[in-house]
């Protein structure tokens, strides 16, 4: 990142400090005017020779270095705007102070300096002379030609027609429609936005509700930690008054208008300023509205823009509540371009809730957004969610010159014909090409100014790059001079990289009286002189014009570059081609903008379903989600994408397809009862895996319910059904969905008890769980409120369960690494007084934990641990202690919480390099190698040693393990540092661990999954392990657990028995006695968890009998030497402190679906 931003800022160089060849020749110093800026400082740049100073140089003795450059500054030849020259290699921008010295001075008396390669003022940027937005609504223009989700006309790239089908979305609703109110949980609303406060919600006078006015905040704090008022569901981060404005801006002439005219806003605001979002928060909003329509208030929806990898039993409960109080929730799927059947996400586990509708993402094309989450079970149907405009809060307007009046755009370019007020333009570079085309890609109408990048060298190397210079006109005229320049650019997505590793940066200058070219800075981002973008979507990009600027000689410079940085430490130049629109110059702020994601499609469900509410008073809630689903629009591209396979219209409404909700035995025997809506009055088909029953098998037949007997010899498993209406003169419509159909010798075939989860709730809520065995007992451990361990267990005969009241469980937060020795459950953990790993050790007959604790090991996270005949290993892991001269200790506290937390190897990648990334150091010089352990450790707790028995083959965190008789350890899976790939990824390599030494055995041993992110448990075997989670086919049959033989000389291969149909997530396991036991979270179960087993052959388990008794050696000191082999703090007896790690363990942020213009 940061050789790509060197890169950036470099080029930038271009238009700064730069003199322009003028008739008068006029130094900076000369031209340079009071107020723009600071006196008595300079910016500064170095030759790249001079790096070091010398005492020679007193004025840049205490200079302060800005940047360094990994490439050289360019230089523009006065004589020739396309000619460059390349100084030698690298070098440093600073800022000089010089006390007594006025900037005029220092300025000349730094060019003396034969080390100088320029120097400049300190100029001043601001917003100045740009006004609030308008609270008049007059003040606006009619935006709806720009709102193609609703009325699709063919402009702006688009295909017209392809748009919801809502008619009257754009006029005054019906006097007589009845109101319904719909919820915006979000992050707020901004209920003073002039197309918003006719739509607000209020509350009645007198009603018993908590809150304010407009509704209630549950958010808690800020990111700074400042508490919000509950009474105010104010919007401070804008993505909840955009997903408000899609569904119900009132329509008045001006501005946008929402889906629908006849709903009223609730704002519940639950995300804070930064988007984020806790399940507490979440579930305190739902609470809110569920006392809402207890109070008579007929809210109808609740818009859900937002999500994260589960979904929780709490949640699903809560939407259950709402929706039989007539609330239909509407989700987002998320922005991963992932498979939510295949994936742990909110929506995959809420498939199976009737009231939930999961919503995918279109572009105007009607093609799948290239973002967009889908999945044939866990999502719905799409909506449009590509470039959607919508309201903003007042205090985040923006200029947009697309969106403005004639009157408020001084200049405007649309580029669909000659005869606007605009600026005309000359190419900088010889290469490359400029053309006005139609088609595609257009901002606003159909045409847009097309650039093709061509090769041009700069700084001494190659580059790909297309520029523009505006013609020279005078404004000076103008009495009030414009603030901002408005510059939408895009790039194609193309073949063969990914849209997110496509980096459009555009960036802009103007010319200035001091007769250079000073580059123009973001105005959403203003320590940015550039903007950036992902391909596929357009930037709205504005930017700052600052005070000096030659107002009589008004002159451009635009330049676009393409990079691939799909390597983030390498990014490298594309050719291709880059489209402007939209150009313009002005200074109104407007609350209005474009974004793009999930998040702009579920709340244009959510409009319909007001809709429906009123058009359809008398459906259920679960028969409206139904109607919106089944009234999709079929599209061959869409088809498997989604349940319905469509997009959602108003077209269909009246009539629409079957949609089946669940599928549950029946009371005759081989009976299956199938429940959803608009089946039809009259008996029409019904198929299993695309194989029509015979007549005489559909025992019963109504609009909601079929009642039918499978065929002799059906075998259970997960099967796709389908049921058609009966044909009435015209073709018959159909609705599918896959089920798990009865147990069958498909799955593991002994389904064990839960604990009740009404009565016993906290087993449901633990995360980072585990499951131990231990003398004929099953220990369910895990984290509750990331503040404590708390402990159930299994009696395997009785098959109950039993929570347990552990003395000690405060001292430390566990992981779900854990094994047993010497008759004790043994778990890595973290202490809960001061983060420091340790081994938390708890024995049965004492009913109470100790901790055991050492120097050597307190910094680790994600190590591994086992027992190896009288001993425990501990192995691998991550240590981030080797970045504590790299990074702040709030970052490495951040990154150790994210990693405690069991964070996917993805995303923790991407926050390491963003904590880095935020500092002056260069990612290339770090050896994240170190960050993954080797050592090997073995531990005798009752003697307090510990000692280095070796290392591992390489770094490894998260390692399963797998112990045998006498044979030492077996090490599979976890994650590693991938140097050519920049990230952590898979180890894909069986390791062997005997007597203090490790080889690997065996590469390529993990199996091929569907899954983006695999995620396994693991037992063991006689001669070998298992695991089982991600789900993969082979052959075209789907697996889920795994089997490796140590001596087979073969990778993992599959078990041809499942843990069941659905994914299973927050998964356990362990092998234990002849059985392989899990325990996770299925949707697909009543409890939404899962515990089952399945025969396998196994070995005595290591560590559960008692060792012999033996003198125990003194504890040492409490601060022993960690150059010391055997030095210990000892078992810790005492209660551990009570401070609560919030501040390592926070509550799981679930972040809004939208996209983002993302540094990459």
């Not at 029953?693 to 498993?717: C, K, M």
């Not at 109950?800 to 778990?827: H, M, R, Y």
């Amino acid at each position: 990142m940061k050789k790509l931003l060197a890169c950036l800022l470099t080029a930038l160089l271009l238009f700064s400090g730069t003199p322009i060849a003028l008739a008068q020749s006029v130094t900076d110093a000369e031209a340079a005017k009071p107020n723009h800026y600071t006196e008595g400082e300079a910016i500064v740049c170095l030759k790249p020779e001079s790096l070091s100073r010398d005492a020679g140089s007193s004025l840049l003795a205490d200079m302060d270095v800005l940047m360094t450059l990994d490439s050289a500054p360019r230089v523009e030849n006065a004589d020739n705007i396309q000619s460059y020259r390349a100084a030698e290699m690298a070098g440093i921008i600073g800022l000089v102070r010089a006390d007594g010295l006025s900037t005029e001075a220092l300025i000349d008396a730094l060019s003396q300096n034969d080390r100088v390669l320029y120097a400049e003022p300190n100029y001043v940027f601001n917003v100045a002379g740009a006004d609030s937005p308008s609270a008049d609504i007059t003040s606006y223009k009619d935006l709806t030609a720009y709102q193609w989700a609703y009325n699709n006309q063919g402009a702006m790239g688009g295909r017209a027609g392809m748009d919801m089908g809502i008619e009257g979305w754009d006029k005054t609703p019906e006097a007589s429609w009845d109101s319904v109110v719909v919820a915006v949980l979000d992050t707020g609303i901004d209920y003073t936005h002039p197309d918003l406060a006719p739509s607000i919600w209020t509350r009645p006078e007198g009603m018993r509700l908590d809150g304010g006015t407009y509704g209630y905040n549950s958010a808690g704090t800020t990111m700074a930690g400042d508490p919000y008022d509950e009474t105010d569901p104010m919007d401070d981060m804008s993505h909840g008054t955009h997903c408000a404005g899609i569904i119900a801006s009132g329509w008045n002439g001006h501005g946008t208008s929402g889906a629908s005219g006849n709903a009223q806003l609730m704002a519940v605001k639950a995300g804070n300023d930064g988007g984020g979002f806790s399940s507490a928060s979440i579930l305190k909003g739902y609470a809110y509205i569920k006392a809402a329509c207890q109070n008579g208030v007929n809210v109808v929806a609740v818009n859900n823009s937002w999500g994260g990898q589960y979904s929780g039993i709490a949640l699903n409960e809560a939407i259950t509540q709402v929706g039989e109080l007539g609330v239909v929730s509407v989700f987002a799927s998320g922005n991963e371009f992932t498979n939510c059947d295949e994936n742990s996400t909110t929506v995959w586990g809420l498939k199976s809730n009737p009231y939930v509708i999961a919503v995918n993402a279109l572009d105007s094309q009607g093609e799948m957004a290239y973002f967009s989450n889908y999945g044939p079970r866990s999502t719905d149907i799409a909506a449009p969610g590509v470039n959607i405009l919508s309201t903003y809060p007042m205090s985040m307007a923006r200029y947009c010159a697309r969106l403005s009046t004639d009157a408020d755009n001084l200049r405007y370019n649309s580029f669909e014909d000659s005869g606007q007020n605009g600026f005309s333009f000359k190419k900088l570079y010889q290469n490359q090409d400029m053309e006005i085309v139609s088609g595609t890609f257009a901002r606003d109408g159909v045409a847009s100014l097309k650039l093709t990048t061509g090769a041009a060298e700069v700084n001494g190397s190659t580059l790909d790059v297309a520029g523009l210079e505006s013609e020279p006109v005078d404004l000076s005229a103008l009495a009030e001079k414009p603030a901002f320049l408005s510059l939408p650019a895009v790039t194609p997505i193309r073949d063969g990289l990914s849209p997110d590793s496509t980096t459009l940066v555009v960036s802009a200058a103007v010319k200035t009286v001091e007769n250079t070219f000073l580059p123009l800075y973001n105005a959403t981002e203003p320590d940015k002189p550039l903007a950036q973008s992902h391909a596929g979507l357009w930037s709205d990009n504005a930017f700052i014009l600052p005070d000096n600027t030659d107002w009589a000689d008004f002159t451009l410079r635009i330049e676009a570059n393409i990079f691939d940085t799909s390597d983030q430490q390498n990014p490298s130049s594309l050719s291709g081609e880059i489209y402007l629109d939209a150009l313009g110059i002005g200074s109104a702020l407007l609350p209005y903008a474009d974004s793009s994601g999930t998040s702009m499609a579920a709340p244009a469900v959510t409009g319909e379903v007001a809709i429906l509410a009123a058009r359809y008073p008398e459906d259920s809630s679960a028969k409206r989600a139904a109607r919106v689903i089944g009234s999709a629009v079929w599209a061959q591209n869409l088809e498997g994408t989604s349940v319905s396979g469509g997009y959602a219209s108003l077209k269909n409404v009246s009539q629409p397809a079957p949609v089946l909700n669940r599928a549950l035995p029946g009371s005759g025997e081989n009976e299956l009862v199938i429940d959803g809506y608009f089946f039809g009055d009259s008996p029409g088909a019904l198929a299993i895996e695309k194989s029509d029953l015979p007549a005489e098998n559909i025992l019963d037949w109504s609009d909601t319910q079929i009642r039918v007997r499978l065929p002799e010899g059906f075998t259970g498993g997960e099967k796709t059904v389908t049921v058609t209406q009966k044909a009435d003169g015209g073709s018959a419509l159909s609705g599918h969905q896959s089920f798990e159909l009865f147990d069958s010798n498909v799955f593991y075939e002994n389904s064990l008890p839960l604990p009740d989860p009404k009565a016993q709730h906290s087993f449901y809520d633990m995360t980072a769980q585990s499951l131990t065995a231990l003398n004929g007992k099953l220990y369910y451990l895990g984290t509750l409120d990331d503040t404590h361990s708390q402990v159930w267990r299994y009696d395997i005969q009785s098959r109950e369960w039993t929570q347990l009241e552990t003395e000690n469980s405060e001292a430390f937060i566990p992981s779900d690494a854990t094994c047993t020795w010497n008759g004790k459950l043994v778990t890595t953990a973290l202490r809960s007084d001061n983060n420091h790993f340790c081994l938390a050790l708890y024995t049965p007959e004492t009913n109470r934990w100790e901790l055991f604790e050492h120097p050597a090991l307190s910094s680790l996270l994600g190590a591994s641990v086992a027992t190896s005949g009288d001993t425990l290993v501990v192995a691998g892991g991550m240590d981030f202690s080797i970045l504590s001269d790299t990074l702040p200790a709030a970052s490495l506290n951040a990154l150790r919480a994210q990693a405690a937390s069991g964070a996917d190897p993805e995303a923790l990648s991407q926050s390491l390099s963003g904590a880095i990334g935020e500092t002056t150091v260069d990612q290339s010089t770090l050896d994240f190698d170190k960050l993954f352990v080797r050592d090997i450790y073995t531990i005798r707790p009752d003697k307090n040693s510990l000692e280095k028995s070796g290392e591992l083959a390489g770094g490894r965190a998260f390692g399963k393990t797998a112990y045998t008789q006498g044979d030492g350890l077996y090490m599979a899976s976890g994650y590693q540092w991938d140097k050519a790939a920049g990230a952590m990824t898979a180890n894909n390599t069986l390791e062997h661990l005997k007597d203090g030494r490790s080889a690997v055995i065996l590469k390529d041993i993990l199996p091929t999954t569907s899954s983006a992110k695999p995620e396994y448990v693991s037992g063991t075997l006689r001669d070998g392990m298992l695991l089982a989670g991600s789900q993969g086919k082979v052959d075209g049959d789907l697996y889920d657990t795994w089997q490796l033989g140590f001596s087979s000389g073969k990778g993992f291969t599959p078990v041809p028995k499942r843990m069941g149909g659905d994914l299973i997530l927050e998964l356990t396991g362990t092998a234990y006695n002849g059985q392989f036991y899990v325990l996770g979270s299925s949707p697909s179960t009543q409890s939404e968890m899962l515990f089952r087993s399945t025969a396998v052959e196994t070995i005595p388990q290591a560590g559960e009998q008692r060792l012999p008794e033996a003198p125990v050696t003194p504890a040492g000191p409490d601060t022993p030497d960690p150059a010391a082999p055997n030095a210990s703090t000892g078992i810790l007896s005492g209660p551990g402190a009570l401070a609560a790690c919030a501040a390592l363990l926070a509550a799981m942020l679930v972040m809004v679906f939208m996209v983002r213009k993302r540094t990459r």
